[in-house]
């Protein structure tokens, strides 16, 4: 099992009134949760919604990763299969999915809204992702830097279809504007998932749209080859998204993948 080395940093940006975005690491076994048996977890959500109602959401969404990864009660004591923890992965974010939004429905101020989701689980040689939205996750590997999740915007789609390239797609006025967010509506269309190989050496960047709207990923990849250290890539990232605007709240988690 390969040692793990994070660090994670969020910043309400120069436009804001208050921060949206929340982050979760889960990495150390002392604090009660079986990481050893169900592996690391790292999250970062973007939360949505008039008066504080995106904060409440994205609060949520990490707490429910939390609530119910961990602490589902398991059949058979046989150690989980990589497909077996995606699938609790996907379980657990169409849950929160619903849990958020019940609580807007049930509550008037926080009605409508909802919060991005991107998911790493690190289990031995393994990298498991689940992800709603547009936040994203990175991997640089070998100084090469590769997007492993999908942007679940209207652009994005545009994209697939080949009515705009990445290139437009990456400046078109409504990048932004999402197909679907965990807690809007009472069921999720679609999570994306991922099972990707890990390696020593390898690290990985969980990030808001705050990050990759502001840097382009060209930025991305220099900060995360001239600067290994995660919280000096972290802090040096969120630097950049502050110099080249800082429209939005950013937030960052860097996770280095080390030799045992």
């Avoid at 197909?179 to 390696?199: C, H, N, Y």
């Amino acid at each position: 099992m390969a040692h793990l080395k994070s660090y994670a940093k969020t910043d309400i940006g120069r436009w804001r009134k208050n921060n949206e975005d929340h982050y979760l690491i889960i990495d150390d076994a002392s604090k009660g949760f079986d990481t050893h048996r169900y592996g690391s977890m790292f999250v970062v959500a973007d939360g949505m919604g008039g008066h504080a109602a995106g904060e409440v959401a994205s609060k949520m969404a990490c707490k429910e990763m939390t609530n119910y990864y961990y602490r589902i009660i398991d059949g058979p004591s046989a150690p989980p299969s990589s497909q077996t923890l995606l699938n609790r992965i996907e379980a657990v974010i169409l849950k929160a999915n619903r849990n958020i939004y019940l609580h807007g429905q049930r509550n008037k101020e926080y009605y409508g809204m909802g919060t991005t989701l991107s998911v790493l689980v690190l289990w031995g040689s393994f990298g498991l992702i689940g992800h709603v939205g547009d936040s994203r996750i990175y991997r640089q590997r070998d100084r090469g830097l590769e997007q492993l999740t999908v942007d679940q915007t209207e652009v994005q789609a545009l994209v697939e279809k080949g009515y705009l390239t990445p290139a437009q797609a990456a400046i078109h006025p409504y990048r932004n504007i999402l197909l679907q967010a965990v807690g809007v509506s009472e069921d999720l269309e679609e999570v994306f998932t991922r099972i990707e190989a890990v390696k020593p050496g390898d690290v990985y960047l969980l990030c808001s749209d705050g990050l990759h709207d502001m840097v382009s990923d060209e930025g991305i990849q220099r900060v995360l080859n001239d600067y290994p250290d995660p919280q000096q890539a972290c802090e040096h990232l969120i630097e950049l998204a502050l110099k080249y605007g800082g429209k939005d709240n950013v937030t960052t988690v860097v996770v280095q993948v080390q030799p045992s």
